[in-house]
């Protein structure tokens, strides 16, 4: 099956309209006509590793209705609301897997794009397309009473932050902090309310204080104020890390209340942290990344019946350069969208 999608150049960060196949629906199989895909960092970071002329598609957070169902697939039909995110498949037999967590599938779960398939070895192409061709587990049923284009970013953003809101027992009465209000953040922000929590909202810009409360948030501290940050210090439960570069995590650790859990979600590299930091208030670090299929469908559910979704810019297509360019320079708030519903008009 033919479709159209953007497919990586020789350019830095430039993206071209290219037909490519996608294959032939397998028993298990749906055919997602993509309407709406999230412009994610993970986007910029694949583009920039690269080489030229490798033919990535970008885009692990899309949304779509149903095509066609493969022999076997009973909980989809044609013209299903759906949404994929960034694991399209994993082995399925793995204690992780077994435990509804595939997003830590012991043989690396597939990705949506530059990942393997598990049948035929070729390599995934992603989102950034009018067609996209996945296995039914990995789909997901959306709610139609949201608009599309903010749902598209739950299924990477809002999925990395919701699981460990969920597994962290977020609810009434929790002290929530969230710390950075870009793509993950401000929807830590608005689950978290949603989910009943007191929102605290770190940012190191003054100028967010009026977007964090109108998100949700109850409290605004700018983290490089040393006496708003003493001031917070044991009023938290749990907070929600979002921020992608290397940073000292010791002052959110010190906000923390007896027992308290601080989960890094932005930054992936080495953390230096001394034991006495977690030793005084017996306090816990951790990290999470993306969600399994349990999770995901969860937020779903629970975005659907609390009218929850991102903030988005949605823009056409044609524009996705500017998107990626913007998005390097951290000008969106708090997600691009693509609109891709007529990227097939010329193969229609």
């Known amino acids: 099956m033919r479709t159209t999608a953007l497919m990586s150049t020789a350019a830095p960060r430039s993206l071209q309209q290219t037909v490519i196949e996608r294959r032939e629906l397998r028993p298990d199989d749906v055919d997602v006509r993509v309407t709406h895909c999230g412009v994610c960092h993970s986007d910029l970071h694949a583009l920039a590793s690269v080489g030229p002329g490798a033919g990535l598609v970008p885009g692990h957070e899309f949304v779509g209705e149903v095509v066609a169902v493969g022999s076997d697939v009973t909980s989809f039909a044609p013209g299903d609301a759906v949404a994929v995110g960034n694991i399209v498949d994993s082995c399925g037999t793995c204690t992780m897997c077994l435990r509804d967590q595939e997003n830590f599938c012991v043989e690396f779960p597939t990705l949506t794009y530059a990942g393997r398939d598990r049948v035929d070895g070729s390599t995934t192409l992603g989102g950034y397309s009018g067609r996209y061709v996945v296995r039914d587990s990995f789909v997901y049923h959306r709610p139609t009473s949201l608009d599309p284009a903010g749902v598209a970013p739950l299924m990477c953003a809002g999925i990395t932050v919701w699981e460990p809101l969920r597994t962290n027992g977020v609810g009434e009465g929790t002290r929530l902090g969230v710390v950075g209000l870009g793509g993950l953040g401000h929807l830590a922000v608005r689950l978290g309310r949603a989910l009943g929590a007191e929102v605290t909202v770190f940012t190191t810009s003054e100028g967010k204080a009026t977007d964090a409360l109108r998100l949700g948030a109850s409290r605004v501290v700018v983290s490089t104020d040393a006496d708003a940050m003493a001031a917070a210090a044991g009023s938290l439960d749990l907070v929600i890390d979002t921020v992608s570069v290397e940073h000292d995590l010791v002052p959110y650790l010190r906000v923390l209340d007896l027992d308290g859990t601080l989960c890094s979600l932005g930054y992936l590299g080495p953390i230096d942290i001394q034991a006495m930091d977690l030793l005084l208030g017996r306090k816990r670090l951790t990290a999470a990344g993306s969600g399994g299929r349990r999770w995901t469908q969860d937020l779903l ?40 519903a007529d990227i097939d008009a010329e193969l229609a």
């Open 301 to 340: 559910d629970f975005c659907g019946t609390h009218g929850v979704t991102a903030d988005v810019e949605v823009v056409p297509a044609a524009d996705v350069d500017v998107a990626l360019d913007r998005l390097a320079r951290n000008d969106v708030r708090y997600r691009f969208v693509l609109d891709l």
